[in-house]
């Protein structure tokens, strides 16, 4: 789950990372008081969810409560894209202008590698970091935290001269990272991110920016955090999918993925798009997946006008075979399905499930390989209709 700019900088504020004065306006009028309650120059800021918002128009400093008004007019209901995504702008976050000396880059996410928290930091700050790594990848500094200690001072002040920031700054930023940290561990957090982290004139450090991303398997216990989401500003098919209970993300291509662990799924996703296909989700039905969860797995993919075909990639072990051939017959006789599907199962009870499935129009493969190959050429020979 995504937070939008200012609910990252109230959980920011919370652990106390320093951040601008600011707030919410939903109109025009709204933009105005804020502005006036502010003082002096503020910047009106689109809230949505996607980078580059800057060179998209979402971000504009009003010298005025009347500009801000204007500007906020100017965004509001209006649709703000990239070259990444696109939103309509519902709300804007009016907060006060800094006096700007320098930018840099802090954040902290889940290195898969080492099984740790990395800290990452640029003085190349205000630019997307996939665009420093990609032309800059010497100006990215990391440190592996131990989840034992978490960042010692000593590894914060070598992580901020490997960066490239002022050494003076050491003292300032070095609480701000630790409180980075704090916030992402305390907050089921998978990534944290300020960009860009000011200085100021006078050499106050202040996130100026904030991005944050929550485990949404830990929303459980994240109460407050868990109350955030919105679900009009998701995918509506993944929203449904949660409501379901599904594991699910919504991908660009025709061929429907279901299949039983993450590892399995996001393998077959690498075996249709090498054979020339296009994977139109990831959805993973999990281990000991019963008849009922196999149907809602089918009812979600054809939520998407897209799919053009659905494979089935199952390899027994917790997940039993027939469990998994009754879903898919009670998906496929209580459901209109147009498109062809290919079952390739192995495993536990795997030849009890093939049995179950001979003489239906399901389509049998015997490796992952061949199925994807099916698949792909059942879609494109056919289609819904």
Do not use: C
């Not at 409560?65 to 804007?92: F, H, N, S, Y």
């Not at 050491?170 to 704090?182: D, F, T, V």
């Not at 192995?346 to 199925?371: H, Q, Y």
Request: no cysteine.
């Amino acid at each position: 789950m995504k937070l939008y700019e200012f609910q990252a900088k109230q959980v920011f504020a919370k652990y106390g990372i320093p951040v601008p004065l600011g707030d919410i306006a939903d109109t025009p009028a709204e933009a105005r008081a804020v502005a006036e309650r502010l003082g002096g120059r503020v910047v009106v800021k689109a809230q949505v969810h996607m980078g580059g918002r800057g060179k998209a128009g979402g971000i504009k400093v009003a010298n005025s409560p009347d500009e801000a008004a204007t500007i906020a007019e100017g965004m509001l209901g209006k649709l703000l894209k990239t070259a990444q995504a696109e939103g309509i702008v519902k709300r804007v976050w009016i907060e006060q202008a800094l006096d700007i000396a320098s930018e840099y880059y802090l954040s902290a996410t889940i290195d898969r590698t080492s099984k740790s928290i990395v800290m990452m930091a640029s003085s190349m700050g205000g630019v997307d970091i996939e665009e420093v790594a990609e032309n800059h990848p010497d100006k990215i500094a990391k440190l592996i935290i131990d989840p034992a200690y978490g960042p010692l001072d000593f590894q914060l002040r070598d992580l901020v001269t490997a960066a490239g920031f002022d050494p003076k700054l050491s003292r300032a930023i070095g609480p701000i990272a630790k409180n980075l940290y704090e916030t992402m561990m305390r907050s089921d957090a998978s990534l944290v991110e300020i960009n860009p982290l000011v200085v100021t004139g006078d050499g106050t450090v202040i996130a100026a920016d904030a991005k944050f991303d929550v485990d949404d398997n830990a929303l459980y216990r994240q109460k407050d955090l868990s109350q955030l989401r919105e679900e009009s500003e998701e995918d509506p098919i993944e929203a449904e999918a949660h409501r379901r209970g599904v594991t699910y993300v919504h991908l660009d291509g025709d061929i429907g993925i279901v299949g039983n662990g993450a590892g399995l799924v996001m393998t077959t996703l690498d075996i249709v798009t090498r054979e020339g296909g296009r994977p139109a989700n990831f959805l993973d039905i999990g281990g000991g997946a019963q008849a009922e969860s196999v149907k809602t797995a089918i009812e979600v993919l054809l939520m998407d006008p897209n799919v053009k075909g659905i494979l089935f990639n199952i390899f027994g072990g917790i997940t039993r075979g027939d469990e998994v051939a009754k879903g898919i017959l009670a998906g496929t006789a209580t459901l209109d399905i147009k498109v062809p599907i290919v079952v390739r199962m192995a495993g536990t009870r795997s030849a009890e499930g093939r049995e179950l499935l001979k003489d239906t129009n399901l389509v049998a493969a015997e490796g992952p390989i061949e199925a994807a190959r099916k698949i792909i050429e059942l879609a494109h020979a056919g289609g819904r209709g």
